[in-house]
C-alpha cells in the first residue's frame, strides 16, 4: 500500500510513471531512495517465503519425530519379546542395552544391573577378556563369531553369536550379542558323546589278531549304527535297511569283495554324524526351517570328523561325507557333480534315498514301494545316478525281495 500511495504522488510530481525516471541518475537522493524501496519490496516477498517454508519444515519435523517414536516402540516391543537373550554393546565391550529374557536366564532383576558392566564380566564371568573372546574376533572380522560357555554358578550353558554393526563406511560402531540357554540339549549331547567315546576306546583296546578283530570290529559298527538309529524311533533299523539295499545293488553290479565290504562299512556309519544333531530337530513333525536344515546337512562332515581318528576306515570317510551329493552337482556339502562324487557314495544315495520314501517319518507316512521307485525313476541323471538305479529297479522287479530289518 505505501509503494501504491509513493507512485502517485511519485506520478503528481513528476506528472510522468515512476519507471521513466526510476533509476536516473539526475537526482542521487531519490535514486537511492527508489533502491531502497525495491530492496524491501523484494526482501518482504523472501522473507514471506522464508517463513512458510520454515514452517512447513517445522510441521514435517514435528510428524517425522512421531513416527521415529512409533517406530522406537515397536522396536523396543519386538527387543523384548525375542525368547533369546539378547545385549548389545559400543566399540569397548560396555552393555548399552539388553532385553528382558536376559535378565530372566542371568538372574539379574533389574537393567541397571546390566547397563555399563562389560559383556565378558556378564557373559563369562571373566574379569578380562579371555583370548579366544568371539567380541574381539568380531570387531577384527566385521563377521558373525559363536562362543560357548558354561555359567557354573547358575549352572546353565549357553551359546552366544556377537554380529558386529557397521556404519556406511565399514567400521564397526557396536555389537548384537545372542545369548541362548542350551543346557538341556548340552546334556543329551554329553551323554552322546559319552557314548561315542566309549565307543572308540572299546576300538582300541581290540586285539589285534585279524579274525577276532574283524569279528569285533563288524559287531561293533552294526550296534553303533543301532545306537544312531536309536535316537529317533523314526529311523530306527534305517542303517541296517540301507546296507542291505547298498549291498544287494552292488551284487547285481557284480563288485569285489573288497568294495563290497567298504560300501557294507560306509553303510552301516553313513549317518553317524546325527549323533550330534539335536533329537528335537530330528523328530520335528513339520518341515524344518533353513537354519534346522543347516543344521542337518552338517551330519556328513561331522560323520566324516568322527571317523577320521580310527585307523583302517580312511576308504569310508569320502563315501559318507558325500552320499548326499547328487549326480547334477545340486547336492551337499560339495556340490560335486557325477563322476566326481565316489561311486560307493552314489549307491547309498540312491539306498538312502528309497528307505527314506518308503518308511514312516514325523513329517508324513510312507510314499509306498510303487510311488518310491517311479521317483527313483524320475529323478534318475539329476538326483541319482542311472547306472546305480537301472540295476536297483531291476532288482526290485524280481521275485526274490528285498526285506528290509524295519
Known amino acids: 500500500m505505501i509503494i501504491g500511495a509513493y507512485i502517485i504522488y511519485d506520478y503528481s510530481h513528476y506528472d510522468s510513471s515512476t519507471s521513466d525516471h526510476l533509476f536516473s541518475l539526475?537526482?542521487?537522493?531519490?535514486?537511492?531512495?527508489?533502491?531502497?524501496?525495491l530492496t524491501a519490496f523484494i526482501g518482504c516477498h523472501v522473507t514471506a517465503y522464508l517463513i512458510n517454508d520454515r514452517k512447513n519444515l517445522l510441521i514435517?519435523?514435528?510428524?517425522?519425530?512421531?513416527?521415529?517414536?512409533?517406530?522406537?516402540?515397536?522396536?523396543?516391543?519386538?527387543?523384548?519379546?525375542?525368547?533369546?537373550?539378547?545385549?548389545?554393546?559400543?566399540?569397548?565391550?560396555?552393555?548399552?542395552?539388553?532385553?528382558?529374557?536376559?535378565?530372566?536366564?542371568?538372574?539379574?532383576?533389574s537393567e541397571n544391573h546390566i547397563l555399563g558392566r562389560k559383556c565378558y564380566e556378564l557373559v563369562c564371568k571373566k574379569a578380562k577378556q579371555h583370548c579366544d573372546c568371539p567380541a574381539v574376533k568380531s570387531l577384527a572380522t566385521h563377521k558373525t563369531e559363536s562362543y560357548e560357555c558354561t555359567d557354573s554358578e547358575l549352572g546353565k550353558d549357553f551359546i552366544e553369536s556377537i554380529t558386529p554393526?557397521?556404519?556406511?563406511?565399514?567400521?564397526?560402531?557396536?555389537?548384537?550379542?545372542?545369548?541362548?540357554?542350551?543346557t538341556d540339549a548340552k546334556k543329551k549331547e554329553?551323554?552322546?558323546?559319552?557314548?561315542?567315546?566309549?565307543?572308540?576306546?572299546?576300538?582300541?583296546?581290540?586285539?589285534?589278531?585279524?579274525?577276532?578283530?574283524?569279528?569285533?570290529?563288524?559287531?561293533?559298527?552294526?550296534?553303533?549304527s543301532n545306537i544312531i538309529d536309536a535316537k529317533s524311533s523314526w529311523t530306527k533299523g534305517h542303517s541296517m535297511n540301507v546296507s542291505e539295499y547298498a549291498l544287494a545293488i552292488a551284487g547285481e553290479m557284480g563288485l569285489n569283495t573288497w568294495d563290497i565290504e567298504t560300501l557294507r562299512t560306509a553303510s552301516l556309519l553313513h549317518d553317524i554324524g546325527k549323533v550330534g544333531t539335536y533329537d528335537v530337530i530330528l523328530d520335528k513333525p513339520e518341515g524344518l526351517n533353513d537354519k534346522e536344515l543347516s543344521l542337518v546337512q552338517q551330519h556328513t562332515v561331522k560323520g566324516e570328523e568322527i571317523l577320521k581318528p580310527i585307523e583302517g576306515l580312511e576308504k569310508v570317510l569320502p563315501i559318507i561325507r558325500s552320499h548326499h551329493e547328487h549326480f547334477d552337482g545340486s547336492g551337499y556339502p560339495d556340490r560335486l557333480k557325477g563322476s566326481e562324487i565316489p561311486f560307493l557314495a552314489r549307491i547309498i544315495c540312491v539306498a538312502d534315498a528309497y528307505d527314506a520314501m518308503i518308511s514312516n517319518r514325523p513329517y508324513r507316512l510312507s510314499l509306498g514301494k510303487e510311488h518310491a521307485v517311479s521317483e527313483l525313476k524320475q529323478y534318475s541323471n539329476s538326483q541319482f545316478d542311472p547306472n546305480v538305479v537301472q540295476p536297483f529297479i531291476s532288482l526290485l522287479n524280481k521275485s526274490i525281495e528285498i526285506t528290509p530289518t524295519a
Open 165 to 182: 554393526i557397521l556404519d556406511k563406511n565399514g567400521n564397526v560402531v557396536s555389537n548384537v550379542h545372542v545369548i541362548m540357554d542350551v
Open 26 to 37: 539526475d537526482n542521487p537522493a531519490e535514486f537511492f531512495f527508489h533502491l531502497v524501496i
Open 190 to 224: 554329553n551323554k552322546l558323546i559319552q557314548t561315542k567315546n566309549a565307543f572308540f576306546n572299546m576300538l582300541k583296546d581290540i586285539d589285534h589278531t585279524y579274525k577276532e578283530l574283524k569279528s569285533v570290529h563288524n559287531n561293533l559298527i552294526i550296534t553303533f
Open 60 to 109: 514435517k519435523t514435528t510428524e517425522s519425530e512421531h513416527q521415529l517414536r512409533i517406530a522406537a516402540n515397536e522396536w523396543m516391543t519386538t527387543f523384548d519379546s525375542m525368547p533369546y537373550g539378547i545385549l548389545m554393546t559400543d566399540t569397548n565391550f560396555n552393555i548399552i542395552k539388553a532385553n528382558s529374557h536376559l535378565k530372566s536366564i542371568s538372574n539379574i532383576k
